[in-house]
């Protein structure tokens, strides 16, 4: 599979790597890193692409497609997870406040609910904590070379990175949906204008590849803290 993270627009198509100055890869996502942590907002995207990659839902195994979210510091995530169960599309919307989580969808009577939890264990604080997130990512990052710069397909202009990373490091920036472990491939673009990092790609397995992006930044919805009432037995 290959995960990709980035913060980004959408633009043109992504060109060859122009021959690179000499950059020190450490260097760049150490700055990488802190740049990112001081963000207090950005839209997050994850997109598989290849064979199917399953995971468990609160209706059960389910075939994932893509997630699309915003995080808000220093807390905060709501996102829409567009999944596959027995052959039906289904699109679950879940937020997060630390460990609080809530979901709607079809199955809630497409209201908010807490009697569910989707990613249990997830905090969207890990994201930019210090010991997690980018910075366990980043962290994670062994035998870096630096390629170049290209113009992704957003229109960014980023440098390129490549080498192998653990697994287990970069599983915050999945938000709890894909499970990496052991040294996998990974492809690290950093905007050349605000040394943020703008995608991550993780080949988890060469036969089942996938993506996810950062971009710009949608407005949240009101909370369900307002709108759910506590749920104390699962929809049905």
Known sequence: MIMALALAACAGAQTAATPPPTLDPIALVTQAAANIRSAQTFRLTIAQTGPDYRIQTVQGTATFRRAEGQYVTPNVIQAQVRVVILGIPLAIDVFARGEAQWVRAVFTGNQWSDAFVFAPGFDPAA????????????NALLDLDYIGIETLETGVSAHHLSG???????????VGIIQASGEVPVDVYIDTETLQPVRFVLRMFEANPGSANFGGVPKLEATPEITAEPQTEPYV
């Open 127 to 138: 994201l930019i904590a210090e010991e997690t997130g980018f910075n366990a990512a980043l």
């Open 164 to 174: 192998l990373a653990t697994g287990e490091g970069m599983n915050a920036l999945l």
